[in-house]
């Protein structure tokens, strides 16, 4: 059974989200150790991650530095972030795996998601990112060609697109590291976004995608058994935050897309995760939300929330 975990922004950070280097060292170096149990067992394994925090902090660098050097663009951020996590993974991969006698090695793809040139969210960027920072601060920034919004008392922050992913374009590199036996980092971030000129031409956006959504497509493309959301709860809870709240186990998609079309999951959080679970059952295969250390558990019908067909 081939399997795609898609770790949580709460992989990469300290447990109050401060993503100063040696917290990200430390984190990562915890969660490879329940990767790495699972890929001891043989299992073949792709991973996905997030980058929001370290998106977030190359955009104060771009802030701070904007009156000297001019912002770098967010897919440049990305393919940033997905290097150095995936340096990160690898090297603490590697060494969890040879504690455990595994000679199994870890590949890292800097990888593009491909997104229509036309979707709606270009013309209309909603998704906020990053600080918010004074009117001033932040008219430095739209000289530059960024969208900013005003956000009231909070201050301004920078707004940009958020589309959906339609395929993975490197996908078949990981396909094919994958058969050679390795553990595939790829898609971090949802990848970097990519549209397709008419030419032809593949070029970078500015952009933000779902790194969840991106997940389900990757997986549905290289055919995985399993999609696993690894996040910091152990199942999806339905009513949360009130008395009545509880762990939903076993679930089809239609039955999950009920409780969100009746605003279960919030559109920050469990929102998307549920989504990306949803689109990947519905293709036919079987998603499992739960937490990184829980994955045993929930493969063995323990614990998390299982969504099928």
Not at 37 to 60: F, K, M, R, S, Y
Not at 233 to 258: F, M, N, Q, S, Y
Request: charged content about 20%; glycine content about 10%; overall charge negative.
């Amino acid at each position: 059974m081939t399997l795609l975990i898609a770790l949580g922004g709460n992989a990469m950070t300290a447990p109050d989200g401060s993503a100063r280097p040696e917290d990200q060292r430390a984190a990562i170096t915890v969660a490879a150790e329940s990767i790495a149990d699972i890929v001891a067992t043989g299992t073949p394994v792709v991973l996905t991650h997030g980058n929001g925090p370290q998106v977030g902090n190359l955009l104060v660098k771009n802030e701070i530095a904007a009156s000297v050097v001019p912002p770098v663009p967010l897919d440049w951020c990305d393919a940033q972030t997905q290097g150095t996590i995936g340096t990160l993974l690898l090297n603490a991969l590697d060494a969890a795996l040879s504690r455990r006698g595994s000679g199994t090695r870890t590949a890292v793809l800097v990888s593009r998601t491909l997104v229509a040139a036309d979707d709606h969210g270009f013309a209309e960027p909603t998704k906020p990112i990053g600080r918010y920072l004074p009117a001033a601060e932040a008219a430095e920034q739209m000289s530059h060609g960024q969208s900013w919004q005003d956000f009231g008392d909070r201050g301004w922050r920078r707004v940009v697109a958020s589309p959906e992913p339609l395929s993975c374009l490197d996908a078949d590199a990981a396909a094919a590291l994958l058969a050679a036996g390795c553990v595939v980092v790829c898609a971090g971030g949802g990848g970097v976004p990519t549209v397709r000129d008419v030419d032809g031409t593949l070029r970078g956006v500015e952009a933000v995608i779902d790194k969840d959504l991106t997940a389900a497509v990757l997986a549905r493309q290289l055919g995985v058994d399993m999609l696993i959301i690894a996040t910091d709860v152990e199942a999806a809870i339905r009513d949360w935050g009130t008395p009545e709240a509880h762990p939903i186990g076993k679930i089809t998609a239609a039955e999950l897309r009920v409780l969100a079309a009746a605003g279960q999951f919030p559109a920050g959080s469990m929102g998307p995760k549920v989504e990306a679970a949803c689109r990947f059952a519905e293709a036919g295969g079987r998603a499992i939300i739960t937490s990184l250390h829980h994955i045993a558990d929930a493969l063995a019908g323990h614990t998390g929330t299982v969504v099928v067909p």
